[in-house]
Nanobody
Framework: QVQLVESGGGLVQAGGSLRLACTAS????????LKWYRQAPGKEREHVAG???????AYSPSVEGRFTISRDNAKNAMYLQMNNLKPEDTAVYYC?????????????WGQGAQVTVSS
């Protein structure tokens, strides 16, 4: 069973920074698209950032210019550097690894990391 484990969440003041990390129990990251999602209380889960196998990145407009997604295939890890955090960034953040179109396909989720930004 593949497990994704997030770390690095916590409480930070507005304007501060946090770095989330996600590692997998099985070496799957090098062949997967990696993404971060978040879910705030009372809201639906939303896409935050993604990075393709060849390193192309995409961001939600709400975090563009403040967040940076990266991957380290050698360490089987992915990261989300979050700068200039705002109270509206408060949410549980989930990492996601997926492979589609190439068999075997898969999709795995982390258990979530709480990020709280105080004003």
């Amino acid at each position: 069973q593949v497990q994704l484990v997030e770390s690095g969440g916590g409480l930070v003041q507005a304007g501060g920074s946090l770095r989330l990390a996600c590692t997998a129990s099985v070496r799957i990251f090098s062949t997967a698209t990696l993404k971060w999602y978040r879910q705030a209380p009372g809201k639906e889960r939303e896409h935050v950032a993604g990075i393709s196998i060849d390193g192309r990145t995409a961001y939600s407009p709400s975090v563009e210019g403040r967040f940076t997604i990266s991957r380290d295939n050698a360490k089987n890890a992915m990261y989300l550097q979050m700068n200039n955090l705002k109270p509206e960034d408060t949410a549980v953040y989930y990492c996601n690894a997926a492979r589609r179109g190439i068999t075997p396909t898969f999709e795995f989720w982390g258990q979530g990391a709480q990020v709280t930004v105080s004003s």
